[in-house]
């Protein structure tokens, strides 16, 4: 168990990386993504998160793609106290006046649980596949500020106009309007030095990094160094670090899950790198290093969701054990 302040987070399924057997039936998975988080719920998880993606590329047969914010709404509905969000919302997909509508409905429906990722999208092939036209990459960053400056504008007033680069509103009426009296917190995801990190420091509550702790010290160090040249306190951003995780007994059995979800071939040991992988005691040490470096919010893909308790084993090896009575699945 991990004596250090940590909230764990874990994502829900949603079949844009192949999560789900292959034989499940759409309505099955459906089912089987809101056990996960009610799972998640149980075991002591302080978030449960969503992707933002449309189509899942390369999975053969074509999988189902749940849309984040249908499925955070049912989430909402069959969780109580796990804080929900997207990790992250790819905002060229998205009309933001709309969104805004729609994020500040999650927020009611969750009693005031929302926390809203945003990101400049990591595929605009997807998006382009779809007739969304998307700019380059510069420029979807930029929009990732203004769009948390929008948010947050749409939320205040009660009626709402905004002349952005990207986005314009016209005394537009938004609401209802959200629970959480500020508005929900707002994450800017990704690590990028010049721009993305340049961009949480101005506009973003926090931001979510990935990668082995030696790239992470490195970004936080360029994230202080924004947040002063801001006039901000860098201890005032709040620092997620997502992973993926594969949980084991032991570590033959973690072996076996890396030659099962290595889906792209990967180097045996930079797979291992940049992932959590083994025992619960093992992968527990693993987190330590990145709370060392000050981190207080993990967001844990688990590959292996639906068809094992690698979540479970996980928080109970972090958390400690749970004495609630097991959920409904």
């Not at 987070?9 to 990386?17: A, E, H």
């Not at 721009?195 to 973003?204: D, E, K, S």
Request: glycine content about 10%; overall charge neutral; hydrophobic content about 40%.
């Amino acid at each position: 168990m991990i004596d250090a302040p940590l909230r764990l987070g874990c994502f829900v399924p949603q079949g844009w990386r192949a999560e789900f057997p292959k034989e499940m039936a759409a309505g099955q998975r459906w089912e089987a993504a809101i056990s996960v988080a009610r799972r998640a719920e149980h075991s002591g998880y302080g978030a449960a998160w969503v992707y933002d993606h449309l189509q899942a590329a390369d999975a053969e047969p074509p999988s189902p793609v749940f849309d984040p914010l249908l499925l955070l709404s049912t989430v909402a509905w069959s969780t109580s106290s796990v804080r929900i969000g997207p990790m992250c919302l790819a905002v060229p997909l998205h009309h933001l006046g709309r969104l805004a509508q729609q994020l500040a409905c999650l927020d009611v429906v969750s009693g005031g649980r929302l926390e809203v990722g945003l990101g400049a999208g990591s595929d605009a092939e997807e998006a382009r596949a779809f007739g969304i036209p998307v700019t380059g990459l510069r420029e979807r960053i930029f929009a990732c500020g203004e769009a948390a400056e929008l948010l947050r504008a749409s939320w205040a007033h009660e009626h709402t106009s905004f002349e952005g680069r990207y986005t314009v509103l016209d005394h537009a009426r938004i609401y209802p309007k959200p629970v959480q009296r500020r508005g929900p917190p707002i994450w800017i995801a990704g690590g990028g030095e010049k721009l993305t990190l340049w961009q949480v420091a101005r506009h973003a509550d926090g931001c979510s990094l990935f990668g082995p702790p030696a790239r992470v010290a490195h970004k936080l160090e360029i994230l202080a160094g924004h947040c002063r040249a801001a006039g901000r306190r860098p201890e005032s951003v709040r620092v997620a670090v997502v992973l993926d995780c594969l949980v084991a007994d032991t570590e033959a059995e973690a072996d076996r899950l890396v030659e099962l979800h290595n889906r792209h071939g990967e180097d045996v040991v930079s797979y291992r790198r940049r992932r959590l992988v083994g025992t619960p005691a093992g992968c527990a040490q693993q987190l330590q290093e990145y709370l060392d470096l000050g981190v207080k919010e993990v967001c844990c893909h688990f590959p292996d969701a639906v068809t094992s308790d690698g979540l479970e084993k996980l928080a109970a090896a972090v958390l400690g054990p749970r004495s609630v009575s097991a959920p409904a699945r």
